[in-house]
């Protein structure tokens, strides 16, 4: 993570009936994962959108976002390049009609990084999120949802260099959570992730529950769960071969189930 960014701070705002939140602060730090969960309508892209746009009191909510501790300076907040936050939902597109390694060279350019291989170094990595492999001389505009959305969070991670990334309802998007996940992680980046999808919410430290426009529980994972969240593992994978099957125009039979 960027030095400069050690904690994201969300302190409460205003429930949709105007009442006050009962959190006292939400703290991101390098490194941890932060799941959404809730019912539709119940203000969890409100919240991804306060960090994104580092709320100050200025947004439906009224939360106030603050970066170490304090109100972050106007660059940070309004500069592309400076903003330590990269959101990517279901409807990112590259809209350039360039190659992925025409599209990328041109973000390390814009960037003024010289380090060598970057490039290649960032269609690998998007390359460990997707099924599909991303070739580099493909055209971004015609990439597939997920190698799509793969390749803009290995952007975001390695050329952007941007410490705190947001996903917003990726589930169903071709794209291995549980890899992003884990490859995040060990890049010390802060993730957020607003999800249905019980893998993904068990895998991050903590769950933020909302309901009403408000945030009514921190659930942190330990004991019990992290028991769970094996025998959820082996489901999950159970249903990722099932899928792989269908795709591949397979017949599914009670067979598959005695493995
Ligand atoms: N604290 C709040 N005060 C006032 N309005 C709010 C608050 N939180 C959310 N809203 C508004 O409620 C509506 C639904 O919120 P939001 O889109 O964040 O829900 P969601 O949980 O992301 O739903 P979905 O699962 O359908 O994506 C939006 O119009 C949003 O601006
Ligand atoms: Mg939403």
């Not at 959190?23 to 969960?37: A, N």
């Not at 190659?99 to 490039?119: N, P, Q, T």
């Not at 493909?138 to 959305?149: D, E, K, P």
């Amino acid at each position: 993570m960027d030095p400069e960014i050690a904690e994201i701070t969300v302190l409460p705002g205003k429930d949709k009936n105007g009442g006050t939140e009962h959190f006292e602060r939400i703290v991101i730090r390098p490194g941890e994962t932060l799941s959404i969960v809730g019912p539709t309508g119940s203000g969890k892209s409100a919240l991804i959108n306060d960090i994104e746009l580092f709320a100050s009191n200025d947004t439906v909510t009224g939360r106030t976002v603050l970066v170490n501790g304090t109100v972050p300076p106007e660059e940070i907040v309004r500069d592309p390049a400076k903003k330590p936050v990269a959101l990517i939902t279901q409807g990112t597109k590259c809209l350039a009609d360039l190659a992925v390694r025409e599209f990328l060279e041109m973000h390390v350019r814009s960037r003024k990084i010289v380090r060598k291989g970057i490039v290649e170094e960032t269609i690998a990595l998007a390359n460990e999120f997707t099924g599909e492999k991303i070739a580099a001389d493909a055209r971004v505009a015609s990439l597939s949802g997920g190698q799509t959305r793969s390749l803009m969070v290995a952007d975001a991670v390695t050329i952007g260099n941007t410490p705190i990334i947001i996903l917003d309802e990726i589930e169903n998007a071709g794209i291995f959570r549980d890899r992003v996940i884990e490859v995040l992680k060990a890049y010390k980046k802060a993730l957020v992730f607003v999800t249905h999808d019980p893998l993904v919410a068990l895998m991050c430290d903590r769950r933020i529950v909302m309901c009403n426009g408000t945030v009514v529980r921190v659930i942190e994972r330990c004991g019990e769960e992290d028991r769970a969240l094996e025998a959820i593992r082996k489901m999950d994978g159970l249903l990722c071969a099932l899928r792989e099957r269908i795709r591949a125009g397979e017949s599914i039979t009670e067979a598959v189930f005695a493995v």
